[in-house]
Each structure stands twice: as structure tokens, then as C-alpha cells.
């Protein structure tokens, strides 16, 4: 029954070129997790290209000299696979894939989307637990559901959970064949270096949209993925029934992105019970369309009570979905550094007391590296926005600070703490320890 779909599925059988895109840099990451047993499950925003990704695992592993016959590549998305039981399906296909195959050596089974099959993580768990050593499960889908309860609980000790995000800037650069990995590169090709910049700054780095030239079509292109996030993705899930709300409180927080959110004031707003708005605030985090950063504190209490700040998954969203009249050009940056400091940081923090500083991001060694963000640097900000870097970086000394503006470039000594101001293409592209797996 399942032949020609398998066959179908698995162009490398035949000895195809898989269509892998723009290599991401979440392969760097991933390559080491190849040889453990545990199953690695792939979560994301929808439309940020993790098929495309399980297929650059997949092509990594054939360069390795794995044979094709021990790679099987399934997307559950098909309509003759939604609503079957899981054991049902996926008995037959792999069934059918040895019998077709007769493979030899550990497996690499890779399940696209695979939370379209009711009941998919006790068929997984009971073969990783029947095989483990022999067999290795890659595994992706709609966050909210990777993130389950029922999901995190049954596979605890099983899963190692990787996040890809849409394409960074370096990514963008990458994709359009733009040089940017050592210093002569970019002086070489500062010019298209910069207007890409300005490009990814309004519009995001959805992959899709990179290809997509007009404002109304990519317009067009965001609110499907929107529509997507909110209709397939949490309603279904969560059995919401006020989906009109859930659907102007996404845009609304897209609209305060950069802001802090009071959930007591946005209740009000909405005239709706302050659980309810908290709890949709909490699916749209887990279909990773928004993000929410605490104050920086010691007490986890405290950080917990405390105000947070909103920020979105992409920069397209911000700018094509809500209702305004121009860019923002500065909300736009701030939320570029967030998504790029929540790629390189263990935890990420806003910073408020008498001074406000816009992040505090702390690495895995417990290095505090503080970020402040603006458009430009001028007469009239720029005390201030030194002022709240140096409000951190004096109460802790051992701590970097960097002011990230779109185009300036300085040098500042102040109250014994130097500081530099750098623009943030140029800060975006320093993150280069990726540099010789691409070369």
C-alpha cells in the first residue's frame, strides 16, 4: 500500500540529490548529537524550514557514507495519514520500507510534521526502547505540540530538543551568496552586506519571503503563516473557543513588541479574566510567535512577579501584520538583537531600577554580557542610554557592555568602563565559530 509513498518520499534511494536550501547553522550544533541514542526532536515556528533541515541532517549523514537504505524520510502531512492511529501507520510503513530495503546497520528514521498521527510518541518511544543502538529518530513538528506535557513526560530521558529559528543575517548573507566570513569579505562587499541588512531588518528572515520581492505578497505570505499559528496549530490544540481574542491579542503584543506587557492592563483592554489572557500569552510562547523576557533579578520570585517584555519571532510579523503608518525602526532592531542573543545565550534579561539597560544575556559559564539598543546615538538619548549600560556594568564588574546601533561606531570611556558602540550588521556576523565547518 505504502510503496510508491515511500519510494516518493526517499529520492536518495535513487540516488537524487535531496533538496537541502541554504546549509543553517543549527547543523553545527547537531552533528556532534548524531552518534548519542537519544532522539532528537527539531521545534520551531512554523514556515522556518525544519524539513528542509532534517534533509541537510540527512544529506550530512550520506557524505559520511551512510547508505541510502538506512535513511527513511516521512512527512505525516499527506491527508491519507491525519487522524490515524499512529501504530497503524507507522507499523505498515516500516514494515514495508524493510521489506523494501532489507536495510543493514543502525537506522535513521526521520519523522516530518509527525504530531499528525494521534498517539505518534508511544510508537516511538516503544521502538527507541525495543532498538535503541540500532535505530536513531529525528523528529519535528508544531511546537505546541513537541512541548506537550503528555510528550516531555513520556520520552524524559529520551530527547534532546534543538530550536531553529528563521534565518539569522549571516544565514541571509549565505542564501543570497553574499561573502561575509572573514574581515576582507566584508570590507569588500560592505555595500550589499548593508542593504541586505536594511532588507532583513523590515521583512525577517522567513525563508520563503527571502524569495518574494513584493511588500503586498509577502504581506500576503505572513498572515498565512499567522493564520496557520493561530487556526492549526494552538485553537485545535488547546480546544479555544475565543478565537477572535487569541487572534487580536497576537497582534497586539506584535504591535508592544520591545514593550513591556501588563497582563492586569491587557485583560481590562479586552474586558476578559486575566487567566485566560495569561494562558494565551503562554500557547503563543510555546508556537514559538512570541517570546517573553524577565527582569533580571536573583530570586526567581521576584523575576517570575516581575513586568515582561515582549518580543517576536520575526521581524517580518512585526512589520507586515499590525495596523501602522511607518517602520519603527527602532523596535525592529531591538528585536533582531533579542533573537540573535537568545541564539548565542543561555538566558537572556531586561534590566530596570533607577536606570533601564535593554538585556542582560548570561552565558553557560555565568559571563554577563549587557546590551543596550538604539537606532542611532544622538545629543539627545545618548546620556541616557550610557547611563543604563554603566548602571549594570558598574554593579558588575566582571561584565562586557555594548551599545548596538544601526549605524554608528565609537569608542566611549565613562566612569572608569569602556564601551563600544558597534553596529549591530557588524555584531550580527562576528559570531563566526561556524566559519570552518562551512568553508
Known amino acids: 500500500m505504502y510503496e510508491q509513498y515511500l519510494v516518493e518520499s526517499n529520492p536518495h534511494w535513487r540516488e537524487e540529490k535531496l533538496n537541502t536550501g541554504t546549509k543553517r547553522h543549527l547543523l553545527y550544533e547537531t552533528i556532534p548529537l548524531l552518534d548519542v541514542d537519544h532522539i532528537i526532536a527539531i521545534t520551531g515556528i512554523r514556515r522556518c524550514g525544519k ?38 501507520v507507522l507499523d505498515e510503513l516500516f514494515e514495508t520500507y524493510k521489506k523494501l530495503k532489507n536495510p543493514k546497520g543502525r537506522l535513521y528514521l526521520f519523522f516530518d510534521e509527525v504530531q499528525m498521527l494521534p498517539e505518534w510518541e508511544t510508537w516511538i518511544k516503544y521502538n527507541y526502547d525495543l532498538l535503541k543502538g540500532k535505530i536513531k529518530f529525528f523528529i519535528t513538528g508544531s511546537n505546541s505540540h513537541l512541548l506537550s506535557s503528555e510528550f516531555s513526560t513520556l520520552l524524559t530521558g529520551r530527547i534532546i530538543q534543538k530550536a531553529l529559528y528563521p534565518f539569522s543575517f549571516s544565514e541571509v548573507l549565505t542564501h543570497r551568496n553574499i561573502k561575509w566570513r572573514n574581515i576582507e569579505d566584508q570590507i569588500i562587499n560592505k555595500v550589499q ?9 523590515v521583512n525577517g528572515g522567513m525563508p520563503e519571503i527571502l524569495e518574494i520581492g513584493n511588500p503586498e505578497l509577502k504581506r500576503e505570505f505572513l498572515i498565512s503563516y499567522f493564520n496557520a499559528i493561530i487556526y492549526k496549530d494552538i485553537i485545535p490544540r488547546f480546544s479555544i473557543r475565543e ?23 491587557t485583560a481590562k483592554y479586552y474586558n476578559a479574566n486575566r487567566k485566560t489572557i495569561r494562558e494565551f500569552i503562554r500557547f503563543l510562547q510555546m508556537a514559538f510567535f512570541i517570546f517573553m523576557v524577565p527582569k533580571f533579578h536573583f530570586s526567581i520570585k521576584t523575576r517570575e512577579l516581575s513586568l515582561k517584555k515582549c518580543y517576536a ?27 540573535e542573543l537568545k541564539k548565542r545565550f543561555e538566558h537572556v534579561f531586561y534590566w530596570r531600577n533607577s536606570s533601564e539597560c535593554d538585556f542582560v544575556a548570561i552565558d553557560k559559564s555565568g559571563q554577563k554580557n549587557i546590551f543596550q539598543v538604539c537606532y542611532n546615538l544622538t545629543p539627545d538619548n545618548r546620556e541616557r542610554e550610557i547611563k543604563g549600560l554603566i548602571s549594570v556594568v558598574s554593579k558588575y564588574p566582571e561584565s562586557k557592555g555594548i551599545i548596538l546601533t544601526f549605524n554608528d561606531k565609537d569608542e566611549i ?9 558597534k553596529p549591530v550588521y557588524e555584531w ?10 562551512y568553508e
Do not use: C, W
Open 413 to 421: 570611556e565613562e566612569a572608569g568602563k569602556k564601551i563600544t558602540v
Open 193 to 201: 552586506i548593508i542593504r541586505s541588512f536594511e532588507d532583513y531588518l
Open 51 to 88: 524539513s528542509y533541515f532534517l534533509r541537510q541532517i540527512a544529506d550530512y549523514l550520506l557524505e559520511q557514507g551512510v547508505r541510502p537504505e538506512q535513511i527513511l524520510f516521512l512527512n505525516f502531512e499527506m491527508p491519507a495519514f491525519v487522524g490515524q492511529k499512529a501504530y497503524k
Open 243 to 265: 478565537a477572535s481574542l487569541l487572534n487580536e491579542l497576537a497582534i497586539n503584543l506584535l504591535s508592544n513588541t520591545s514593550n513591556l506587557i501588563n497582563i492586569n492592563r
Open 313 to 339: 519571532a520575526d521581524n517580518g510579523f512585526v512589520h507586515y501584520l499590525p495596523l501602522q503608518f511607518s517602520p519603527n525602526s527602532g523596535k525592529l532592531l531591538e528585536n533582531l538583537v533579542f533573537l
Open 428 to 437: 550580527l556576523i562576528e559570531n563566526s565559530n561556524v566559519n570552518k565547518f
